[in-house]
């Protein structure tokens, strides 16, 4: 039966496994100290997506890449970084798109779509410090993606962003039975947009992140939880605690 397997790594990374392929989204492990799992501690990776160039999200992705070989994607100039900075080729491994734009890898089909939050590129990832006086490098856009596998399951992961309207056209559009988005609300929308989000795209599972005491974040899961049941009563909202693996079968899951 199809099947998808989402790890929790922490803050805003996770792992996502299907039958034949293997998805790290903004994937940060090292300096992340909401993560168990380090850098090293990875064996197999596919797909590499990062969101925007946050040191939070893009993290250690193009290590992972060179590590594993996988195919980094991420928008153009994410890409272009890959290429000229980590030795990523453009087109070969690394796949850029713009919002969307959709690139297959293996058996997924990722679709980039919008998301509003501020853009700047971490200074760790482009080999030089910042020049005085100058405070961020842009890296283009933040995006959020849908992952469609061959096997029928859809993954939305909404990436850093407030709540916007068009949320209820990507639903329409990609069909996610499996929602996961930020609920911090500081620098992403909150546990009241959030809940208005999860109404517009309707899936069946809501996986809330980047919150949390650690990151000075904390969000009350259980008034999400109310707020969603209320507003789009055949969504489920599942909080992940760290190195927990959700498995999503069927428009059912489980953690264990």
């Not at 090293?40 to 060179?66: E, F, M, N, T, W």
């Not at 959030?194 to 259980?222: E, F, N, T, W």
Request: net charge neutral.
């Amino acid at each position: 039966m199809a099947s998808v397997k989402i790890t929790f790594i922490g803050h805003a990374s996770f792992r996502f496994e299907s039958e034949k392929s293997t998805t790290y989204f903004d994937a940060w492990f090292d300096d992340n100290p909401t993560a168990k799992m380090k850098l090293s501690q990875v064996r197999k990776a596919d797909i590499v997506i990062a969101s925007h160039g946050h040191r939070d999200h893009i993290g250690d992705s193009y290590a992972l890449c060179k590590k594993t070989r996988a195919k980094f994607v991420g928008n153009y100039e994410l890409c272009a970084v890959a290429e000229q900075v980590h030795g990523l080729k453009m087109g070969s491994r690394s796949l850029s798109m713009n919002p969307g734009g959709t690139v297959k890898v293996k058996d997924a089909s990722i679709t980039m779509v919008q998301g509003h939050h501020s853009q700047s590129l971490s200074d760790h990832v482009i080999g030089a410090d910042l020049p005085p006086g100058l405070l961020f490098h842009p890296d283009s856009a933040v995006n959020g993606f849908c992952i469609a596998y061959d096997n029928g399951i859809t993954i939305y992961d909404t990436a850093d962003t407030c709540l916007f309207s068009d949320m209820q056209l990507i639903g329409q559009m990609y069909g996610p039975q499996i929602m996961v988005m930020p609920v911090g609300g500081q620098y992403t929308m909150g546990v009241r947009e959030a809940a208005r989000a999860a109404s517009l795209v309707r899936p069946d599972v809501v996986i809330p992140c980047h919150y949390g005491p650690v990151m000075g974040q904390p969000a009350d899961i259980k008034e999400l939880k109310r707020a969603v049941k209320f507003l789009s009563p055949n969504t489920e909202v599942v909080e992940m605690k760290v190195g927990q693996t959700l498995t999503y079968t069927a428009s059912s899951c489980r953690v264990k």
